[in-house]
């Protein structure tokens, strides 16, 4: 192949180059724009369980208690044995669990949402570690100590060393955490540690009214998995926890986002291969008429001794590079979109089962929503199938036109008689 | 001297139409062979035949002995590169390459440096004596520049054996007479050997031997049947 008359090619036919590049750039833009918004949508959809490290959350809905007096269980949860615990533990898949004890605690004077939890999981509630504005963090071994919600402690007057009563049990104020800055799932006002949860849930009257609550029981599961499995995994850990469990998922959230982004996350891949299919269809156009054209210019080729396998590669490498050209063009275009994509902000709402205070107190589940920047940018695997599809229909392109013009039989073209 | 193209009794035909019947004739190197014949006559198809661009009806065509029509395309492809020059009375240069580029067109498929192509090139093209005009595009060049590109074109893989067809049709006739004083030059630096289709009685006079094609027979200037 010769490079000097590629280009020369090229150079010379300007409006036939630029209608192949724009055309071929213009499907890659699409295609690759597409996928990038919906892959930032799907992306955005797990930033709530990003944000404290897990891919799963599970729980299992509940009976909602006949008052709501003292520590009650939010209704949306209800206890996980231990040897349902232990199955999920055993799943292929499970990286790791994460134990909760999430609780209402409807005292005389005021409602606090409070949580119990293992301040040595790496993971889940425990990241609010660092969150942590003054004093200290949950220990391995605390008893009677809690971390508030910097923001809950300011409204209700606690600082550090303040008491606070969880179901008649007095509790230290040992820290205080900015509960933004470690995720939006399951916060609570109070965090005290998970042991001391169990306690509180297995002598609270309105929990056992409803449930028969065991001293080595949970109610809200974070779950590390492994990323190829987080699907697979959730199917698993329903069939354990039966019809009333609650899974939570990026993909459960992603069902939370609306029609727009679920028929792009549908039919985006498909959009993108029709614009590819538009696209090619262009490019065909161009190589026909180029073809076409060059008859004579080819006639001469096979006169001169080009061999038929030299002038298909010559005119599959114009295709190509025009296919390459097309390409790179639509990644910029694309990269620009995905850019200003990636400057607006996507609010995913949390499912009601995840908020932190009942629904039915003002300010409650229906207005809680993570709201994060759409993390759309393109990444090497998209702009690997972008430039590989584009290529690959160039290459189809550029073969199969230039095969039929290489039979060209040099005298119908050159002939003078 | 053995000969360099021997044609056995070549026939073409087109459907109903005989184009070629018959044709022989023997080319020896360093020759210059000329084929008249009126329009239609068959000249054109038979330099095709020769030249391996169309596969005849019946016959052999046998070069330093070989029989080219056994050559599948390809094949014959390779052979036209390394052993045929051929002259177009279109000269059917590339309109986007310059003259030098024009000439170097058959060397473009062949593995060769940028460089020696290059100078293999420039050296065909001061060959024709157009080394100044190198860089210009064919739509910058008179009919006879251009004839004298394609000339150096036919030339530049130093083939024994050149085919013109009508090389001075589209020529003024002073054109047509430096076309014809440059293949007598060419024969006598090169040693190749020369076919050409022409009208010209100019072109005809200079050749050493000269072919009538009537009706799609090859005969000798004395009216026989060639061989």
């Known amino acids: ?417 | 001297m053995s000969d360099l193209l021997q044609a056995k009794n070549l026939h073409k035909s087109f459907g109903v139409l005989q184009a070629v019947r018959e044709a022989s004739l023997r080319i020896a190197p360093g020759e210059i062979v000329a084929i008249m014949g009126r329009s239609g006559s068959g000249k054109t198809t038979l330099l095709h035949m020769l030249a391996g661009l169309e596969r005849p009806t019946a016959g052999k065509i046998l070069y330093l002995g070989e029989d080219v029509g056994r050559l599948n395309e390809d094949s014959l492809a390779l052979w036209r590169r390394a052993n045929i020059g051929l002259v177009f009375q279109a000269f059917h240069l590339i309109p986007t390459l310059s003259a030098k580029e024009n000439v170097a067109f058959p060397l473009y498929p062949m593995r060769m440096s940028i460089v020696e192509r290059s100078v293999r090139a420039g050296a065909h093209l001061d060959q024709v004596g157009l080394s100044d005009r190198a860089q210009h595009r064919p739509s910058r060049l008179s009919g006879g520049e251009q004839q004298r590109v394609a000339i150096a074109r036919a030339l530049v893989n130093n083939p024994p054996l050149i085919f013109a067809d009508e090389p001075t049709g589209n020529l003024d006739s002073d054109t047509g007479d430096e076309i014809l004083e440059l293949f007598k030059k060419l024969r006598n630096e090169t040693g190749a050997a020369f076919l050409i289709i022409t009208h010209d009685d100019k072109v005809a006079a200079a050749a050493d031997r000269v072919l009538i094609m009537i009706d799609g027979i090859l005969q000798n200037e004395a009216g026989q049947d060639n061989e």
């Open chain 1, 1 to 417: 192949m010769s490079l000097h008359y590629l280009f020369a090619e090229l150079r010379n036919h300007p409006m036939r180059a630029f209608t192949g590049i724009l055309s071929i750039a213009i499907g890659v833009a699409l295609f690759v724009s597409l996928q990038a918004y919906a892959d930032g949508y799907r992306q955005a959809a797990r930033a709530p369980l990003v944000e404290v490290g897990a891919d799963l959350t599970a729980q299992r809905q509940g009976t909602v208690p006949g008052k709501f007096e003292g520590v009650v269980f939010p209704h949306s949860t209800a206890p996980i044995r231990r040897d349902e615990i232990n199955q999920i533990r055993q799943l292929p898949g499970v990286q790791a669990v994460a134990e909760v004890m999430f609780f209402w605690s409807f005292e005389p004077d005021r409602f606090v949402a409070g949580l119990g939890l293992d301040p040595s999981d790496t993971f889940g509630p425990s990241r609010l570690m660092a969150g942590v504005t003054a004093g200290r963090f949950l220990q391995a071994g605390d008893h009677g100590v809690a971390v508030a919600d910097s923001t809950y402690a300011q409204q209700n007057k606690l600082t550090l060393g303040s008491i606070v009563l969880l179901g008649g049990q007095s509790f230290t104020i040992v820290g205080l955490a900015d509960t933004s800055r470690a995720g939006q799932l399951a916060n609570a006002n109070l965090y005290i540690p998970l042991d001391d949860a169990r306690v509180l849930a297995n002598t609270a009257l309105q929990v056992r009214s409803v449930f028969d609550i065991r001293p080595d029981d949970a109610n809200l599961l974070f779950i590390k998995t492994d990323q190829t499995r987080v699907d697979q995994v959730a199917t698993q850990i329903k069939q354990i926890l039966g019809n009333k469990a609650i899974v939570s998922s990026g993909q459960s959230f992603a069902a939370e986002l609306g029609s727009l982004f679920a028929l792009i996350d549908r039919f985006g891949v498909l959009v993108g291969l029709i614009a590819f299919l538009f696209a090619a269809a262009l490019l065909l156009r161009v190589v026909a008429s180029s073809v076409w054209e060059r008859r004579r210019e080819v006639a001469v080729m096979r006169a001169v001794g080009w061999r038929q396998r030299d002038v298909m590669i010559q005119l599959w490498g114009e295709t190509l590079v025009l296919a390459i050209a097309g390409g790179l063009v639509g990644l910029a275009l694309a990269a620009l979109t995905t850019w200003a994509m990636s400057r607006s902000l996507v609010t995913v709402p949390v499912p009601w089962e995840l908020s932190p205070s009942p629904h039915f107190l003002p300010g409650g589940a229906t207005a809680f929503a993570v709201t994060v920047v759409l993390p759309a940018h393109l990444t090497l695997n998209l702009v690997m199938w972008a430039l590989g599809l584009s290529a690959a229909g160039a290459s189809l392109i550029g073969l199969w036109l230039p095969r039929w013009i290489a039979k060209i039989h040099p005298p119908e073209v050159l002939s003078n008689e």
